[in-house]
């Protein structure tokens, strides 16, 4: 088993930043891909990065040059720093990890990119 728990979501203004973050617990070592999902309303859940256990990075073409996925493993835990927010950003945003068995939600975290 392994759980995520997401936090960082919020209110920022168009052009502004915010850092997510995804602690990992439980059976860490069986993960494989992680990675960050959103979902905006009426709109199906979309990948937004990846990144694999040897730190291969994919970005969804949408957020490429503005946001940067990246795991800390001492603390077990990943990020997403995004930058140049849009409008367009804004949704509930999930974190996910692979194993070879079973794939992994957290709980989501709002962003809401507004002026």
């Known amino acids: 088993q392994v759980q995520l728990v997401e936090s960082g979501g919020g209110l920022v203004q168009p052009g502004g930043s915010l850092r997510l973050s995804c602690e990992v617990s439980?059976?860490?070592?069986?993960?494989?891909?992680m990675g960050w999902y959103r979902q905006a309303p009426g709109k199906q859940r979309e990948l937004v990065a990846g990144i694999t256990r040897g730190e291969r990075t994919n970005y969804a073409s949408s957020v490429k040059g503005r946001f940067t996925i990246s795991r800390d493993a001492s603390k077990n835990t990943m990020y997403l720093q995004m930058t140049s927010l849009q409008p367009e950003d804004t949704a509930v945003y999930y974190c996910n990890a692979r194993t070879v068995t079973t794939n992994y939600w957290g709980q989501g975290t709002q962003v809401t990119v507004s002026s």
């Open positions: 439980g059976d860490i070592a069986s993960t494989n891909t």
